[in-house]
């Protein structure tokens, strides 16, 4: 018999091809997209939106500051019933509900950005008036390790460790990958736990594709009024065996052949 910790996080993974699932047909749809991103935060999303994860759907506020990221988001919340699960079908088609990257229109969300760096902004905003409220919400920021090259990022890190914002919890896909190419080519910016420390924060660094440590990591110690930054460090394809390892993970290309190569990976890990 499973223990029930091991049967909770056997759920989560299994959400977590779920949502690479979905977002592969939606890719499908036009033959190109913005896969990578759902492969690389898959288990972020999975994890936070569980039955049993530290967000509580209808209670905290969530932000996605990068929205391109939105797909991953779409498809997690057909999972759980946020959004209907047809709207998928259409997406990223003129007039569609569910745009290819998130605007004012996208259901759901509390807060999405165009311009990247100004989701961390908003967040402390939403934070700070659950403080003022005393509702007891609490507020995650999902960025990306792109985003940390914007100078606003870090002007609000380090308003929010200088408050003492503790309802506030930022989880970043550290995939080292943005539209230019590796971020480790266009502008150095390790060593992120160490700067987000120096900024005032509690900080967790994990296999972000590791389920059991972001839960670990998203139950990081509450200490003295400190937020907290979960860096969740992926692969931008996911670790599929089944994508080229030289494709474009930031914008990817999915033909036919590709499509069923992929659909074919993941559904062989269901059970």
């Known amino acids: 018999m499973n223990h029930p910790k091991n049967s909770d996080e056997r759920a989560v993974r299994r959400l977590a091809t779920r949502i690479r699932l979905n977002a592969t047909n939606m ?6 997209g913005y896969l990578g991103q759902a492969l690389s935060s898959a288990e972020i999303f999975a994890t936070l939106f569980s039955p049993d994860g530290p967000l509580r759907p209808g209670v905290d506020r969530f932000v996605l500051s990068p929205g391109h990221y939105a797909i991953a988001f779409y498809a997690v919340a057909a999972e759980i019933g946020l959004i209907d699960r047809e709207e998928l079908l259409a997406y990223g088609n003129d007039g569609a509900l569910l745009e290819a990257i ?8 509390d807060i999405t950005c165009g311009s990247l760096g100004q989701g961390l902004s908003g967040a402390i905003g939403l934070a700070l008036a659950a403080v003022y409220a005393g509702d007891g919400r609490n507020v995650f920021a999902f960025v990306s390790d792109g985003e940390m090259e914007e100078g606003q990022l870090w002007e609000a890190a380090m308003f929010a460790a200088h408050h003492r914002i503790g309802n506030l919890t930022v989880v970043i896909d550290a995939n080292d990958s943005q539209v230019d190419g590796a971020i480790t080519s ?14 005032g924060w509690r900080v967790a660094e994990v296999d972000g594709h590791n389920v059991s440590a972001l839960r670990e990591a998203f139950n990081t110690p509450e200490e003295d009024g400190k937020p907290l930054v979960v860096i969740a ?39």
Do not use: C, Y
């Open 233 to 271: 460090r992926t692969h931008i394809l996911g670790n599929m065996e089944s994508i080229p390892s030289t494709a474009d993970g930031h914008f990817l290309k999915l033909d036919p052949d590709l499509t069923s190569r992929v659909l074919s990976e993941l559904e062989a890990t269901l059970d």
């Open 102 to 109: 998130s605007t004012e229109r996208t259901p759901v969300l």
């Open 186 to 199: 266009v502008t150095t910016i390790e060593p992120v736990k160490d700067k987000w420390r120096a900024f």
């Open 27 to 32: 890719v499908a749809i036009q033959g190109f």
